[in-house]
């Protein structure tokens, strides 16, 4: 623009020493990086351990504020996606339970699109409040999900969880390194991800949110704001209410139902799933991470149940208890279990209504029971 | 790749190492260059060839600058740079605006015309490397600058990453004299270099990533607020921007000194201008003197009668405008400040033996003059001009339409930034870390950026300067 002096005077070199650079000058210059790294790292740790429990959206912080209040009283907990938080009711398990002689108290831990691996870091952190009485844990048996929409991709909830555990899961599957302890990525699938070939096309950007997604959780980016939400914005009744539901169990009703095109297109898609005769395990990947969520919740004296929920996008999935360590109750035939596919009974093909839950849950509850009776949950 | 990314971080390792574990001049210039290179692919690959396009032509110009004396061949070589850089700039980032300007303009004299706006994809920063490109060429013209055999130096100078993609708008006469000899190490002020990292760190991802969210919710449903809303929202989009900007600059400028190299200061306290013109010396000072000398006094500066003059200022400031981007609000931007620096310089002439007039000006300048910028920045930042218009009634009418509002306390946040600011102009944070023993101070700036980056928020927002 029209100014008189001349602003950018020519600076070619910074007035400084001509010294040369002498050994001891880079000793001294790596001593001081280390240093100056290691602080960092010690802080970021320091941070870590006295920073609350993040403010994340979607009833993950209400539940876990109450279940850590209430920890003791509990000895059930139910811990998944939508398909457990909708459709497992505790009033209607514990009444079954109760009824069948062998009474429980249970905590419906759901959360709204969550899946491994978020669902075995809260579960860790659940198991790390030390609830004294907890006896038996659902845990939602599904893949290992690696993706992610992209809008939802700079949120809290997709940082919260992102520790080493859960983040080498997901890149151990991305590169097909296998689930031994020290791996490294399969070759042919980096080619393939360097190159963009085959299925590979969107794992590179992947593999570079899930870094960034780990080094951003262990340097505790963006956590001032819990510390002023943890003072600030304590939980009202009616938001609490609306994540734990009215008997605040965890349990939060659906009842909206299909419409009649919706049911139509709902059966055909049924029909096609139930046509497909090939069944499918979990990766292995999923399988060592559920494996691990056994060992944690044994530790704790409690015993891991994993559920198949009745969902059409599971139906193929092999109840293959394998290696679990753990009981797997499967609820994703048609055939065994027709009254929970029932378009009537049905939301969409992965939810259920309310009296479709209703009925999930005594099944449940039921199957549990009779498992337990036989010495099956160990 | 973005300086406040982390990928950024470990990118920046690698150079900086390399390049120091280095000895030969020549293969730490060809390492830089490959790590720029390297750098401006992360966004897109493709467009390194117009970097590479953009060097070619001009290293080829120089040259033939360089073997012809006669002032017609001369005249043809500059222009034949001029041409294929602005060619290149007007093709991807003006293309759309001048079809869809051109068409409502022929359906405003009814007559409609069927027009194919193209899908282009603005390569990043390419205002900034096409201005750094064209000062090589045309200082080769006026014999300020020699033309240089060496490919490479060229190369280097156009694409060094650190002011790539967002200024400062480096000129040939103040790099190309910096690759001549090696860097030593010793001369590297390590401390002053990584403290200006921080405070660009600092401003970008804590205060503009900060506020961001707020500017956003602002402008995309002006009408919906109140008048004081929308004070926020303005006042939060000139924090915004300033930091934004000076963060990524004092970035750059760090990033190159720890490298070895020195890049123009682009900020000087902008915001605390008493007025216009003191504000454009203050404010993006890479650009505003790129204008000044290659556009402002070719076209006759204060040369001539006064009305010459005068419009010589509104062309450069139009097309200043225009340069940010392509869009009549940026046009708009341009001409309020152009309006603006003519104001001023009548108001001198006017009040130049007034006593009165000076002391008034003593506490107005300020006020007016930051209320002047502020006005302007809501045509920059309104997504067009029908809600700049809404803003506008809203910020200088306070006519409100809208019941939404943000909480009175981003007022006192304003007050603490501007506070913040103005000790820092007053060298409150001034040097005294320079005197603590290294190890002290290595341990404490550890400390300080993990405190930092509790501030940043989860989402990241691109600089707003990179769209130019």
């Known amino acids: 623009m029209p100014v008189r002096e001349p602003v950018s005077k020519v600076h070619v070199e910074p007035p400084a020493s001509s010294k040369p650079t002498s050994g001891k000058t880079v000793i001294r210059a790596l001593t001081n990086a280390a240093i100056g790294g290691t602080a960092f790292l010690i802080t970021c740790v320091g941070l870590r351990a006295i920073l609350p429990f993040p403010e994340i959206d979607g009833g993950v912080s209400q539940k876990f504020r109450f279940?850590?209040?209430?920890?003791?009283?509990?000895?059930?907990?139910?811990?998944?996606?939508?398909?457990?938080?909708?459709?497992?009711?505790?009033?209607?398990?514990?009444?079954?339970?109760?009824?069948?002689?062998?009474?429980?108290?249970s905590f419906n831990?759901?959360?709204?699109?969550?899946?491994?691996?978020?669902?075995?870091?809260?579960?860790?952190?659940?198991?790390?409040?030390?609830?004294?009485?907890?006896?038996?844990?659902?845990?939602?048996?599904?893949?290992?999900?690696?993706?992610?929409?992209?809008?939802?991709q700079t949120s809290r909830r997709a940082l919260y969880w992102a520790d080493w555990k859960r983040v080498s899961f997901l890149l151990r599957k991305l590169t097909g390194a296998g689930t031994e302890p020290l791996w490294l990525p399969n070759p042919a699938k980096l080619r393939d991800i360097m190159l963009r070939q085959n299925d590979e096309k969107s794992t590179r950007r992947l593999l570079a949110f899930y870094a960034a997604q780990f080094e951003k959780n262990y340097t505790n980016v963006a956590k001032a704001g819990d510390v002023l939400d943890y003072f600030l914005s304590r939980d009202t009744k009616e938001r609490s209410a609306s994540y734990l539901g009215a008997a605040g169990d965890g349990y939060v009703t659906r009842p909206n139902r299909m419409s009649p095109s919706q049911a139509a297109a709902y059966e055909r898609g049924l029909a096609a799933a139930m046509a497909q005769?090939?069944?499918?395990?979990?990766?292995?990947?999923?399988?060592?991470?559920?494996?691990?969520?056994?060992?944690?919740?044994?530790?704790?004296?409690?015993?891991?149940?994993?559920?198949?929920?009745?969902?059409?996008?599971?139906?193929?999935?092999?109840?293959?208890?394998?290696?679990?360590?753990?009981?797997?109750?499967?609820?994703?035939?048609?055939?065994?279990?027709?009254?929970?596919?029932?378009?009537?009974?049905?939301?969409?093909?992965?939810?259920?209504?309310?009296?479709?839950?209703?009925e999930f849950t005594r099944t449940v509850a039921a199957n549990f029971v009779e498992l337990a009776r036989a010495g099956g949950i160990k | 790749m973005s300086f406040v990314e982390f990928r950024f971080l470990w990118f920046f390792l690698l150079v900086f190492i390399v390049y120091w574990a280095m000895r030969n001049n020549t293969a730490r210039k060809v390492w830089l260059l490959l790590c720029s290179y390297a750098f401006y692919a992360a966004?897109?690959?493709?467009?390194?060839?117009?970097?590479?396009?953009?060097?070619?032509?001009?290293?080829?110009?120089?040259?033939?600058?360089?073997?012809?004396?006669?002032?017609?061949?001369?005249?043809?070589?500059?222009?034949?740079?001029?041409?294929?850089?602005?060619?290149?700039?007007?093709?991807?980032?003006?293309?759309?605006?001048?079809?869809?300007?051109?068409?409502?303009?022929?359906?405003?004299?009814?007559?409609?015309?069927?027009?194919?706006?193209?899908?282009?994809?603005?390569?990043?920063?390419?205002?900034?490397?096409?201005?750094?490109?064209?000062?090589?060429?045309?200082?080769?013209?006026?014999?300020?600058?020699?033309?240089?055999?060496?490919?490479?130096?060229?190369?280097?100078?156009?694409?060094?990453?650190?002011?790539?993609?967002?200024?400062?708008?480096?000129?040939?006469?103040?790099?190309?004299?910096?690759?001549?000899?090696?860097?030593?190490?010793?001369?590297?002020?390590?401390?002053?270099?990584?403290?200006?990292?921080?405070?660009?760190?600092?401003?970008?991802?804590?205060?503009?990533?900060?506020?961001?969210?707020?500017?956003?919710?602002?402008?995309?449903?002006?009408?919906?607020?109140?008048?004081?809303s929308a004070w926020i929202g303005v006042l939060f989009y000139a924090i915004q921007i300033y930091c934004d900007f000076s963060g990524y600059t004092d970035m750059a400028i760090a990033a190159a000194r720890l490298l070895g190299y020195q890049l123009p200061n682009n900020f000087q306290f902008p915001y605390f201008a008493r007025n216009v013109s003191d504000f454009w010396r203050r404010?993006?000072?890479?650009?505003?003197?790129?204008?000044?000398?290659?556009?402002?006094?070719?076209?006759?500066?204060?040369?001539?009668?006064?009305?010459?003059?005068?419009?010589?200022?509104?062309?450069?400031?139009?097309?200043?405008?225009?340069?940010?981007?392509?869009?009549?609000?940026?046009?708009?931007?341009?001409?309020?400040?152009?309006?603006?620096?003519?104001?001023?310089?009548?108001?001198?002439?006017?009040?130049?033996?007034?006593?009165?007039?000076?002391?008034?000006?003593?506490?107005?300048?300020?006020?007016?003059?930051?209320?002047?910028?502020?006005?302007?920045?809501?045509?920059?930042?309104?997504?067009?001009?029908?809600?700049?218009?809404?803003?506008?009634?809203?910020?200088?009418?306070?006519?409100?339409?809208?019941n939404e509002h943000f909480h009175r306390w981003l007022l006192l946040v304003i007050g603490a930034l501007v506070l913040i600011h103005w000790l820092n102009s007053r060298r409150w944070f001034a040097e005294s870390w320079r005197h603590w023993p290294a190890p002290i101070f290595a341990a404490a700036y550890g400390c300080t950026f993990a405190v930092v980056l509790l501030f940043v928020p989860p989402h990241y927002t691109p600089f707003i300067y990179f769209q130019f």
């Not at chain 1, 811990?79 to 009033?91: H, N």
């Not at chain 2, 000072?285 to 070719?298: A, G």
């Open chain 1, 277 to 358: 005769t090939d069944e499918h395990a979990l990766s292995p990947y999923a399988v060592e991470a559920y494996r691990q969520c056994a060992r944690e919740v044994r530790n704790i004296g409690a015993a891991p149940i994993f559920l198949i929920t009745p969902s059409t996008t599971q139906i193929n999935v092999a109840p293959e208890s394998t290696g679990l360590a753990g009981v797997l109750m499967a609820f994703n035939d048609p055939r065994t279990y027709p009254s929970l596919f029932r378009s009537s009974v049905r939301r969409d093909g992965q939810h259920l209504t309310k009296s479709g839950a209703d």
């Open chain 2, 283 to 402: 404010w993006h000072i890479s650009l505003s003197s790129w204008l000044r000398d290659y556009l402002y006094i070719p076209i006759g500066g204060n040369r001539g009668s006064r009305g010459f003059a005068y419009r010589n200022v509104m062309i450069t400031m139009l097309l200043g405008g225009l340069w940010h981007g392509a869009a009549w609000t940026f046009v708009i931007w341009g001409a309020l400040h152009g309006t603006a620096l003519l104001i001023h310089r009548e108001w001198i002439r006017l009040t130049e033996d007034l006593k009165w007039a000076a002391r008034a000006m003593r506490w107005l300048a300020w006020p007016i003059t930051i209320y002047a910028i502020c006005v302007a920045w809501i045509f920059f930042r309104a997504h067009d001009l029908s809600s700049a218009g809404t803003t506008l009634k809203q910020f200088i009418l306070f006519q409100g339409g809208g």
């Open chain 1, 109 to 152: 831990f759901g959360i709204g699109g969550m899946y491994l691996p978020e669902t075995a870091y809260l579960l860790e952190q659940i198991l790390n409040l030390k609830p004294r009485n907890l006896r038996w844990v659902f845990i939602e048996y599904d893949e290992l999900q690696t993706k992610w929409s992209p809008e939802n």
């Open chain 2, 43 to 228: 966004w897109n690959w493709k467009f390194t060839f117009l970097v590479l396009g953009s060097t070619t032509v001009d290293y080829i110009v120089g040259q033939m600058l360089g073997y012809s004396e006669s002032p017609a061949w001369r005249r043809f070589w500059i222009a034949t740079s001029v041409c294929v850089n602005l060619g290149v700039l007007a093709f991807f980032k003006y293309f759309n605006f001048f079809i869809s300007s051109a068409s409502g303009f022929l359906a405003w004299f009814g007559l409609p015309a069927s027009v194919n706006t193209l899908n282009i994809i603005l390569p990043v920063g390419i205002s900034f490397y096409t201005f750094h490109s064209m000062s090589y060429t045309i200082d080769v013209y006026r014999r300020k600058q020699r033309p240089i055999s060496n490919f490479v130096d060229l190369s280097l100078f156009v694409s060094f990453f650190p002011p790539l993609v967002a200024g400062p708008i480096v000129r040939a006469v103040y790099f190309l004299p910096q690759l001549v000899s090696a860097k030593k190490f010793s001369n590297v002020d390590v401390r002053g270099a990584v403290m200006l990292f921080l405070a660009g760190f600092i401003k970008k991802a804590c205060i503009a990533d900060g506020v961001a969210p707020t500017v956003d919710r602002y402008f995309a449903h002006p009408a919906n607020f109140t008048a004081t």
């Open chain 1, 67 to 105: 279940f850590a209040a209430h920890k003791d009283e509990f000895d059930t907990l139910f811990i998944g996606s939508s398909r457990v938080y909708f459709q497992i009711s505790p009033a209607i398990f514990d009444r079954v339970t109760r009824e069948s002689g062998m009474p429980t108290h």
